[in-house]
Nanobody, 117 residues
Framework: QVKLVESGGDLVRPGDSVRLSCVAS????????MSWYRQAPGKQRELVAT???????DYAESVKGRCTLSRDDAKNTVYLQMISLKPEDTGVYYC???????????WGQGTQVTVSS
């Protein structure tokens, strides 16, 4: 049974940092691409960052320079470190896994990040 469990969401102030974690189980983590998406109230879900099985990363323009995505295949975990948070970073952050070439993947339940003064 595939499971993705996110944690680390919090209420923070502008300029603060947050580190999100996603622990995976039920599939061969090391060969899957792992991604973080976010969804703000009233908006569509958008890609924040993605990391390939080999470790190469890509980031949305809105978070470049403020965001670091990493993975620990030994722990089946992917981390999203965000610094200099802005109110527009507020949203539910979802972990997503998909093997390259597959038509669909797996979603976690999400973790809330709220950036507010």
């Amino acid at each position: 049974q595939v499971k993705l469990v996110e944690s680390g969401g919090d209420l923070v102030r502008p300029g603060d940092s947050v580190r999100l974690s996603c622990v995976a189980s039920g599939f061969l983590f090391s060969i899957y691409r792992m991604s973080w998406y976010r969804q703000a109230p009233g908006k569509q879900r958008e890609l924040v960052a993605t990391i390939a099985s080999g470790g190469s990363t890509d980031y949305a323009e809105s978070v470049k320079g403020r965001c670091t995505l990493s993975r620990d295949d030994a722990k089946n975990t992917v981390y999203l470190q965000m610094i200099s948070l802005k109110p527009e970073d507020t949203g539910v952050y979802y972990c997503y896994s998909q093997r390259d070439g597959d038509s669909q993947g797996y979603w976690g339940q999400g973790t809330q990040v709220t950036v507010s003064s």
